[in-house]
């Protein structure tokens, strides 16, 4: 180690500060734009709503290249099993392959709804287990035909 160097230490942070956890997202953000074409990811949001209400559910979503990834899903717990999820999806699936993508992806655990995408056709690709309570993490995937 050269005279100009320190020892480096590495920490856990329970509580860290917002500066080092913003450098680490700035940097790791413009390695991407340099590498990665993270400029050309574009945001998806699609709510469901009756007029002049507040959302009864939504997705947020995002595409990159020709590719389309579910962040979020989430319907108002009393309009859930109402067709309300599956029109939410349909029509992300739609705005994707207007977009060009040919695949969308999400991540979903097991007291969420994995059997709901498997019966809207996504394909569970990784199953990851070791959650508490035995939870299970899903990733699933749909080709847009």
Same mark, same amino acid.
């Given at each position: 180690? !050269?005279?100009?160097? !320190?020892?480096?230490?590495?920490?856990? +942070?329970?509580?860290?500060?917002? *500066?080092?956890?913003? $450098?680490?997202?700035?940097?790791?953000? !413009?390695?991407?734009?340099?590498?990665? %074409?993270?400029? #050309?990811?574009?945001?998806?949001?699609?709510? +469901? $709503?009756?007029?002049? $209400?507040?959302?009864? %559910?939504?997705?947020? #979503?995002? !595409?990159? %290249?020709?590719?389309?990834?579910?962040?979020?899903?989430?319907?108002?717990?009393?309009?859930? $099993?109402?067709?309300?999820?599956?029109?939410?999806? #349909?029509?992300?699936?739609?705005? +994707?392959? *207007?977009?060009?993508?040919?695949?969308?992806?999400?991540?979903?655990?097991? /007291?969420?709804?994995?059997? /709901?995408?498997?019966?809207? %056709?996504?394909?569970?690709?990784? #199953?990851? +287990?070791?959650?508490?309570?035995?939870?299970?993490?899903?990733?699933?995937?749909?080709?847009?035909?």
């Amino acid at each position: 180690m !050269s005279e100009s160097q !320190s020892e480096v230490r590495v920490e856990v +942070a329970q509580q860290p500060d917002r *500066a080092d956890v913003e $450098r680490i997202d700035q940097g790791i953000e !413009s390695y991407i734009l340099e590498h990665g %074409g993270l400029d #050309a990811v574009r945001p998806m949001y699609l709510f +469901a $709503r009756e007029a002049g $209400r507040a959302a009864l %559910g939504g997705i947020i #979503a995002r !595409s990159w %290249g020709t590719c389309c990834e579910v962040q979020i899903l989430w319907v108002e717990p009393d309009r859930r $099993r109402t067709g309300l999820g599956r029109e939410l999806m #349909a029509r992300a699936e739609r705005e +994707a392959k *207007a977009r060009g993508c040919e695949l969308v992806y999400l991540d979903t655990f097991t /007291f969420q709804a994995p059997d /709901f995408y498997r019966r809207l %056709g996504y394909s569970e690709d990784l #199953a990851i +287990a070791g959650f508490p309570g035995g939870v299970v993490k899903y990733h699933f995937s749909k080709r847009l035909t």
